[in-house]
């Protein structure tokens, strides 16, 4: 009690927020939309129902900004930063293509597929998933442009890498039911060596 | 009623399950799975719903059936004969990849999408559609062999047209709320292109 009681208030609040965030990713990857209510998220994060409803209104509300909150997170502080990476060539990009492939395979790419599945025939949730799709597929593009190196200025170079999205955010579908790991393996690899093809040259090397 | 009376029993029955079948898939795409009853099914195909029980005792039977049957004719029936497909060579690697990506982008894909997220969360179906998709999958990879004309002995060919069939489900999942028919067009041209370099020289031309 001595450590909350030196906790400012606000803090406390940002921490709650937090954990509610967490844990309705969690509830939205393993129960699916149907199974994630605010009661269900509120009890795994230890925090009453009136409290999640203080800082989420409406269920929609605490989906939406829990698949965003998780979303950037694995964007700015969950991928090695461009230092990390291998210098630009075959084992940069193949590191960098396992890198969003990873993204989209985890329990977050689980958790906004419910989301956006649920949203196709739930009006008010759609236009939120619709908007937060923009938002982070800028993002997601920006941050692939970066590690990979180049410059979408180059013919066919912006076209590829949203190819490259598209690629995992199919085989995070593959990998919905069953564990697709080692066919996967097979698909990154060919996948980087196309890519690399595709993009040496415009990387100003 | 005189073509009634001069259909046999079986023709009839054979139609009925046919209806049954393709209102099945309409009414996944439409409504979700949540929306898709058995009721609802019935009433859109014109049947009682005890008839529609009599061919599909459960509401997974008729699912799993309907998405089957409709991927079937698809596959068989739906595209042009490779007769149709313009000689081997760039046209033809692109007119083949657009028509993979029309499979995954319409009616039929948004249906089988609703299912595979359903059975993630339900186990009596998720043992269903994992066998369900395994025979789709191996059916349509074996007819986009046939299509691009190229042989998997070659290194590579196998995963190239696997990568081929993992981008166009994540293009039908990007396609799920808004329409991506504008970007998709660039995604398909590139991918085309690059598909096109990797298999040539294992198609003997």
Same mark, same amino acid.
């Given at each position: 009690m001595t450590t909350a009681a030196r906790t400012p208030q606000q803090d406390r609040s940002r921490a709650t927020r937090r954990r509610l965030l967490e844990a309705a990713v969690e509830c939205l990857a393993?129960?699916?939309?149907n199974g994630s209510t605010v009661t269900v998220v509120a009890e795994r994060a230890g925090v009453t129902r009136g409290a999640a409803q203080h800082h989420f209104p409406t269920r929609e509300d605490l989906f939406t900004a829990a698949v965003e909150?998780?979303?950037?997170?694995?964007? #700015?502080?969950? &991928?090695?930063? #461009?230092?990390? =990476?291998?210098?630009? &060539?075959p084992a940069r990009t193949e590191a960098v293509v396992e890198l969003i492939v990873r993204l989209y395979t985890g329990p977050l790419f689980r958790a906004a597929l419910h989301l956006w599945v649920a949203a196709a025939t739930e009006e008010p949730l759609r236009e939120r998933i619709v908007a937060l799709e923009n938002r982070v597929g800028r993002e997601s593009h920006r941050a692939a442009l970066e590690f990979l190196g180049v410059d979408e200025g180059a013919a066919g170079v912006r076209e590829t890498v949203q190819a490259t999205m598209d690629l995992a955010r199919g085989? &995070?579908?593959?990998? =919905?039911?069953?564990?697709?790991?080692?066919?996967r393996r097979g698909v990154v690899r060919q996948w980087s060596a196309m890519l690399e093809d595709a993009l040496r040259g415009h990387r100003g090397d």
């Open positions: 393993e129960l699916g939309w909150h998780v979303t950037a997170e694995r964007l #700015t502080g969950g &991928g090695p930063g #461009t230092g990390e =990476l291998p210098p630009p &060539g085989l &995070g579908l593959a990998n =919905l039911l069953t564990d697709d790991a080692a066919r």
